[in-house]
């Protein structure tokens, strides 16, 4: 009896100390994103616009050292699951940087700029500690994987079959 008491403990500990989300806060949908013709848009535009697609989402910036050396990883990503949207929220510091970081690299899949950068509700609500940042939406835009700092992450890639 006290087995099982212990591990319903572990089991209720371990699932509320979980902190994945499954969708957004309103605060987080309702942030301003600035797209590559200079328009705003809200994350939650961003989210329609993919709906009925899996969404990968990588946050990053062009002054990340980690970053740049996983877009090759990430252009993988893209060749192997052709059936998902990648879409790329930038962290740079201007808008100039972000747009030539872009061409640059040959990113291919939509893009945005984070004006106000981390300290911004979007990124308050993802609790953005390190980039790249990698995120998975199904179909509907719920959250799928909340959180890969690794484009080899086991959680990533099967978020991605899914």
Known sequence: MKKIKYLLLLLITTL????????FSVKALNDQFITQVGEQVTFQNIVDQHKGKKVFIDIWASWCGDCLKSIPQVKALQNQFKNVDFVFLSLDK??????YAIKKYNLKGDH???PKGKKCDFANFVNISWIPRYMVLDSVGNIELFKAITTDDNKLIEALKK
Do not use: L
């Open 112 to 114: 945005y700029y984070m």
């Open 94 to 99: 201007s808008a100039k940087q972000w747009q």
């Open 16 to 23: 509320s100390c979980q902190k994945e989300h499954k969708t």
